[in-house]
């Protein structure tokens, strides 16, 4: 095992077959993989976009309760990550570890999707307690597909710039995922529906469902998995115990800076992200007055976040990740404080203010999950272990647990305003809607430029850690 206090890599030769050398990525299979990321945010959007609005505005759970039971459903997802990593790592099949849970996950997935967008008749206390289990459904199988989906990444390409454009790609499939579900959702509830929300939500999510599956199904075809793509790796080679496995994984990322500098920087934009993403629906409906046109300004607002993609794309090739993620919290910090701050923003302004933030918080998507698979390599060459889904996995369930938390916060804090649904909102409620629209995802960002200042792995350092690990002698 190499040491672990070393921060850059010495030069190494350059070799044929290193990341920086290898043949660049056919259409089919670029596409076929980004197309997967499209299917997820069908599912991750509309929770994330309309579950609790779904929850407060039409079946009349109050804020407080609905958000309690997103940080219960966080919290258990975040918890299941880890464990999928767990299980995709130790999975061994002909199709190969990652691929087989698209095709198998897909069905299920897509029914559970529908269970949590439907409204039964039962007494509040019953209709929370089902919110809850349907919500906690889909995110156990929502986590099944995506762990193996991202890990996929890691062993499609070994090269940092390779990895930047595919990340590129497959962040427009999401945002276009995004945008496809603000529409579809709330237009087919209401179509399906009759002009009663609750029943058509259900109809509609089901719809949603089945071009998931789809999906889904393509991403399966199209991209093949590399037997032993990792260096040194033996995939027909014996397991290592589950527990001393597991222990050995988690003092890695207790050591690995670079790591822990890249998911406390995420963290700290989900956290506050989440707040902004969760409240932009009271936000056009009670500040801007412009509940009218939340299907047309939800998908307006990810449009902008797909079109800034090829920008942090083009940026980060020209500069580094970490100059994308510091570019796009600067953005984010100036458009968050204008909505902060401007006291009664007409409706343009008000969604040019949402759109100039969703552009700029793109830069974070870009940046992370660029940076997370490189962090692999770092941590096999310094550590001598290679865990791309379980690395995926704690990834995933941070993350998760920071929207939970966010989620149960917005929503107690909504409370204690004064926020009651469907009402004229008082002066109080109006001005918490606005910090968390504004405020908080400023102070997440300002923040997570100071831990991202000391990440240090650019295309140059990618190249001499894969360099490094291609000459050493085998372990």
Known sequence: MTTTRATRVPDAPALQDSGAHEPPLGARLRYGFAVGDFGLNLYWQGLGLFLIYFQTDVLGIPASWAGLCYLIASVWDGL?????????????????????????????????????????????????????????????????????????????????DARTRLTGLRMQFAFLGGIAVAYLLPSLAGWLG?????????????????????????????????????????????????????????????????????????????????????????????????????????????????????????VTRRTSKRGTWLLGAAGTIAFSLGIQFVPAPSRVLGVFLLCG?????????????????????????????????????????????????????????????????????????????RTTMGLAPAAGALLSVVVMQGYRIDAAEHRRILQALQTRSPA
Request: proline share 6%.
């Open 80 to 160: 299941s990550d880890p464990i999928m990593g767990v299980i995709a790592d130790r999975t061994r099949t002909r199709w190969g570890r990652y691929r087989p849970y698209l095709l198998l996950g897909s069905v299920p997935l897509a029914l559970a999707f529908a269970l949590s967008f439907s409204a039964p008749q039962l007494p509040l206390p019953w209709l929370i307690a089902y919110s809850l289990a349907t919500q906690m459904l889909v995110r156990a199988l929502y986590t099944a597909l995506a762990i193996p989906y991202s890990s996929l990444s890691v062993v499609i390409t070994h090269s940092s």
């Open 194 to 314: 009759s002009g009663t929300g609750a029943q058509g939500y259900g109809y509609a999510a089901l719809l949603i469902g089945a071009l998931a599956t789809g999906v889904f199904g393509l991403c399966f075809v199209a991209v093949p998995e590399p037997p032993g793509r990792a260096a040194g790796r033996n995939e027909a080679g014996p397991l290592p115990p589950l527990v001393s496995d597991a222990r050995a994984f988690l003092r890695l990322v207790a050591r690995s800076q670079p790591l822990l500098r890249v998911l406390l920087g995420k963290l700290l934009v989900v956290f506050t992200l989440t707040m902004h993403t969760r409240n932009t629906v009271y936000y056009l409906k009670y500040t801007l007055g412009a509940v009218d046109a939340v299907g047309t300004i939800l998908p307006l607002l990810t449009a902008a976040s797909f079109a800034s993609v090829p920008l942090w794309v083009l």
């Open 357 to 433: 933030v969703a552009a700029s918080t793109s830069a974070f998507a870009v940046a992370f999950w660029a940076m997370l698979p490189d962090t692999v390599e770092y941590n096999e060459l310094h550590f001598g272990r290679r865990d791309e889904a379980k690395l995926f996995g704690i990834a995933s369930m941070a993350q998760k647990i920071a929207m939970g938390l966010s989620a149960a916060a917005s929503g107690w804090f909504l409370e204690a305003s004064g926020f009651v649904a469907n009402t004229a909102q008082l002066p109080g409620a109006v001005d918490a809607i």
